[in-house]
């Protein structure tokens, strides 16, 4: 009767143990909630911008578009690929009145000598942030703790500080310049349409579509 009961006992305790795993992994696979419609960290990162270095305030930049385009680390492979590309994309996100800014949690010293050495981000022109204590990657849930780099991820903010849109890819995924370009540029047209929606494809100049009231 006791060896039943030590069974018995047992099969109870391996019960609970794997629904408590089940439990816990479910957990870890539930998703995050959505950044979209939250506002930027008021945070002040160092910079290197045009062959100097300097304190940047994300705050400051309310009443402008935001591009927070993060990446995994200089003196890589496919990062300068898309900061040149960015570069190329730089004074038409300009002219819609928005301002790039490229960050990783590299030092400031870094990206100096990366700008300085590589033939890829010769026109590169935009401040190159850096997250060096993580904790802009972490406040937006871009940060991989395994490596102390930041994913690859792209962030529209509106002029009042408030993520209107994002991505975030593998580091193994680069990403179009001319695809966020798009999306700022739908995100604008939203932004001053009064309730017009964006549809599929949408390109700058297309109308918008009027939901019937």
């Known amino acids: 009767m006791k060896t039943v009961n030590k069974i018995l006992f047992l099969s109870l305790v391996i019960s609970l143990l794997s629904c408590s795993n089940a439990e816990q992994t479910e957990k870890n696979t539930l998703p995050v909630q959505t ?3 939250t506002n930027i ?8 911008h045009k ?26 492979f496919v990062c300068p690929t898309e900061l ?3 570069s190329q994309f730089y004074e038409d996100f ?11 949690t590299d030092s400031v010293y870094v990206h100096k000598a990366w700008k300085e050495s590589s033939e890829s981000l ?7 942030l850096s997250d060096r204590t993580a904790k802009l990657s972490k406040a937006l849930g871009v940060y991989d703790e395994n490596t102390g780099e930041a994913l690859r991820a792209s962030f529209i903010v509106n002029p009042d500080g408030i993520i209107v849109a994002y991505e975030i890819h593998d580091p193994s995924i680069g990403r179009s310049a001319g695809e966020l370009l798009r999306k700022l540029d739908a995100a604008i047209a939203v932004y001053k349409g009064g309730g017009g929606l964006c549809p599929a494809g949408w390109k700058k100049g297309d109308p918008l579509i009027k939901p019937i009231q």
């Open 41 to 48: 960290p008021s945070l002040t990162l160092d910079a290197y």
């Open 35 to 37: 950044l979209i419609g």
């Open 122 to 128: 010769k026109q590169v022109t935009f401040p190159m």
């Open 94 to 104: 300009r002219s819609d009145n928005a301002e790039v800014l490229s960050i990783s």
């Open 51 to 76: 062959g100097t270095i300097k304190k940047v305030s994300l705050q400051s930049y309310k009443g402008k578009w935001l591009i927070l385009f993060f990446y995994p680390g200089d003196f890589t």
């Open 84 to 86: 040149r590309e960015l």
